[in-house]
């Protein structure tokens, strides 16, 4: 079973609920997605064993071949070439935009002349390794960067499908959140009971909606502000599976880079139960249909 961890905020406690999940279960894949600022490994300090490069296709345009068409332009979907065309006997221009490319290509392959061919451009790395038995991947995309999901859909094709892979998404409901979700089994939102956290929940459940993917909802520091995100949940019928408090003891755990799991055994037994609660959702679901 793929599970995926989001958020529609950042700060809600999302790194915290995967990597203490992953660390109360056995037969574990944890692959963390937030490639922009990846932090699980910080929690746990897994031996990285390999790394590979991260490359995108982008287009190089052989202007010995190129008569400014502007075909290319066209079939850009990202906006990432301009075509300034030729005049007065002057000779025209190709103007490639790395940073907005996608790599998908057409504009190689619907050249009427032949003159782009794609070139690999290094968008990041993918680090692999174990802690203990769990297997451990996560990307770090370069710094200067514009575009993660290249990068998190590469990371995504070293899932395992005969373990329980738990996917730390990036904060947020933007292109990051949706290409890291798609496709999983299940999906947690962990949130807060603020009103930045229900206004950014409710962006998160219409994305997962969209998506069909079954959600629930977890709620960290549970125990501050008011009980308008359990009401919501309530109302829109989430179940909400975990309440989180807020405590001290938990946030200097925190601090240490050492999870909770590990200084408290009784979170152990509450992280299992959240998994069996998401097998019981995921199963009824599946009845259903």
């Known amino acids: 079973m793929i599970i995926s961890v989001a958020s529609g905020k950042g700060g809600t406690g999302k790194t915290t609920v995967a990597v203490n999940l992953a660390l109360s279960l056995k ?3 944890f692959i963390d997605c937030d490639v922009e600022e990846p932090n699980a490994h910080i929690f746990l300090k897994p031996r990285i064993a390999g790394e590979k490069k991260a490359n995108i296709p982008v287009p ?43 790599g998908c290509g057409a ?19 993918i680090e692999i390794g174990e802690k ?13 960067e514009a575009m993660s999901p290249p990068l998190i859909r590469q990371v995504k094709e070293y899932i395992n499908s005969t373990r329980i892979v738990i996917i ?17 089994d ?20 219409e994305v997962l909606r969209k998506l069909q993917i079954p959600f629930g909802v977890v709620i960290n520091r549970s125990d501050i502000g008011d009980g308008k995100v359990e009401d919501y949940c309530a109302n829109e019928h989430i179940p909400v599976l975990m309440k989180i408090p807020f405590s001290r003891e938990i946030a200097v755990s925190y601090s240490e880079g050492v999870p909770i799991v590990e200084k408290d055994a009784s979170y152990q037994d509450k992280f299992i139960n959240l998994y069996l609660n998401i097998c019981g959702i995921k199963n009824e679901a599946n009845s259903r249909h």
């Not at 504009?107 to 790395?125: D, F, M, R, T």
């Not at 203990?132 to 200067?144: D, K, P, S, T, V």
């Not at 730390?168 to 999983?184: F, H, L, Q, R, Y």
């Open 27 to 29: 037969n574990i894949q």
């Open 60 to 102: 190089e345009v052989d202007e010995a071949k190129c008569t400014y068409c502007g075909k290319c332009r066209e079939v850009c979907a990202y906006h990432a070439i301009a075509v300034l065309p030729g005049s007065d006997g002057k000779k025209g221009s190709v103007l490639i935009f790395p940073h907005l490319c996608h």
């Open 107 to 125: 504009c190689s392959l619907l050249c009427p002349q032949g003159a782009i061919k794609e070139v690999n451009k290094e968008i990041g790395a």
């Open 132 to 144: 203990g038995n769990m297997q451990f991947i996560h990307g770090r995309l370069n710094i200067g």
């Open 168 to 184: 730390d998404a990036p904060p947020g409901t933007s292109c990051p959140v949706i290409t890291a979700v798609k496709e999983s």
């Open 186 to 205: 299940f999906c947690m939102l962990v949130t807060e009971p603020t009103p930045f956290g229900l206004n950014d929940l409710i962006l998160a459940v």
